[in-house]
């Protein structure tokens, strides 16, 4: 895997906001579009190890809502991305499309065990394009290199 690649997953981690749950905590959201929930089951976060359970627990309560206009994105179910990573391993809980831009207060509540959750954008799009432009790139050096191949043995043949 390129360098590049692999270096924009890392930041792609770090871009998440990790917190503890129980929770009402304030967001700022710049930029529109999706944002996944993510139930961090298993991570480090200020140099304590978390564990919890990978099913959330009955009774959770979610709720975003914007500071400035008091809408409530509705929260999308999808538990069907896991990722790991080192020492973290998580899954999503959902996503909310974003359309406004602002601070938005996420309440966690239902739950007293203490828990780890990370909120952030969506990059399924920019890895995507990523993967497209690297395997794109791949396909011109290996052409490239075929050509150069046939020359030279053109060449010798003479």
């Not at 270096?7 to 009402?24: D, G, M, N, Q, R």
């Not at 791949?138 to 043949?157: E, K, P």
Request: proline share 3%; charged share 15%; aromatic share 12%.
């Amino acid at each position: 895997m390129p360098l590049g690649l692999v270096l924009y997953f890392i930041t792609l981690e770090e871009s998440a906001t990790k917190f503890k749950t129980p929770c009402h905590i304030e967001l700022t959201v710049d930029e529109l579009g999706k944002y996944y929930l993510w139930n961090e089951y298993q991570c480090v976060f200020e140099r304590t190890v978390y564990t919890s359970s990978k099913v959330l627990p009955n009774g959770l309560q979610i709720n975003l809502i914007s500071k400035e206009t008091s809408n409530k994105p509705q929260l999308h179910s999808d538990q069907s991305v896991f990722m790991s990573s080192g020492d973290n391993e998580s899954s999503s809980i959902g996503y909310y499309e974003i359309s406004e831009l602002g601070i938005y207060f996420l309440e966690v509540s239902g739950d007293t065990n203490t828990r780890m959750f990370s909120f952030g954008k969506s990059r399924v799009g920019t890895i995507v394009l990523i993967v497209c432009v690297v395997g794109i790139f791949s396909l011109l050096i290996s052409f490239t290199g075929i050509g150069v191949t046939i020359y030279g043995i053109v060449q010798v043949v003479k």
